[in-house]
């Protein structure tokens, strides 16, 4: 069985909705196992195959818990180089998190990024549930190819 984290933020519930359709579409792949969090601890991160990140976009950045993680998890030498990573987030208009997170996961631990991140302006409709759902399918084959 591969693992996979969808690991998210969400302030006002947006991403926090993307997030379930995400784990759920990849869930429909076969051979895989799909935990959602809130919160991980950086040794967590070490734990999966795959690491997904929800991340909505405030003030043109990441959120503060997202960053605190990265920052934690190079500090004490956290080993993702080669996982598979990919992000997603809500946004109002500019939309930077979900790419900054990328860059990160690619740059700094040396991951196998999905690149073009998911965005959904605000609340996700059916279009973008749909887009979220095939989203996690994509990861889930990715992992299993
Ligand atoms: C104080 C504040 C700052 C924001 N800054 C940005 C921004 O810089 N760029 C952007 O695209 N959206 C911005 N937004 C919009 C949020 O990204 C959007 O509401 C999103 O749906 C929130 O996702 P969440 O429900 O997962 O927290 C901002 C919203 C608030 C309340």
Same mark, same amino acid.
């Given at each position: 069985?591969?693992?996979?984290?969808?690991?998210?933020?969400s302030?006002?519930?947006?991403?926090?909705?993307?997030a379930?359709?995400?784990?759920?579409?990849?869930?429909?792949?076969?051979?895989?196992?799909?935990?959602?969090?809130?919160? %991980? @601890?950086? =040794?967590?991160?070490a734990?999966? #195959?795959? $690491?997904?990140?929800?991340?909505?976009? /405030?003030?043109?950045?990441?959120t503060?818990?997202?960053?605190?993680?990265?920052?934690? %998890? @190079?500090? =004490?030498?956290?080993?993702?180089? #080669?996982? $598979?990573?990919?992000?997603?987030?809500? /946004?109002g208009?500019?939309?930077?998190?979900?790419?900054?997170?990328l860059?990160?996961?690619?740059?700094?631990?040396?991951?196998?990024i999905?690149?073009?991140?998911?965005?959904?302006k605000?609340?996700?409709?059916?279009?973008?549930?749909?887009?979220c759902?095939?989203?996690?399918?994509?990861?889930?084959?990715?992992?299993?190819?």
């Amino acid at each position: 069985m591969k693992k996979i984290l969808v690991l998210y933020y969400s302030r006002t519930g947006n991403t926090g909705k993307m997030a379930e359709v995400v784990a759920e579409g990849a869930r429909a792949v076969h051979g895989v196992d799909v935990e959602v969090k809130y919160y %991980a @601890t950086p =040794k967590e991160l070490a734990d999966f #195959d795959a $690491v997904v990140v929800g991340v909505p976009t /405030y003030h043109h950045d990441m959120t503060i818990d997202m960053k605190k993680l990265f920052e934690e %998890a @190079t500090v =004490k030498n956290i080993i993702l180089k #080669d996982k $598979v990573g990919a992000a997603f987030g809500s /946004y109002g208009w500019s939309g930077e998190a979900p790419q900054l997170a990328l860059e990160i996961m690619k740059n700094k631990f040396g991951m196998d990024i999905i690149e073009s991140p998911l965005l959904i302006k605000y609340a996700p409709d059916q279009d973008g549930l749909g887009k979220c759902r095939q989203f996690g399918k994509e990861i889930a084959k990715r992992l299993m190819a």
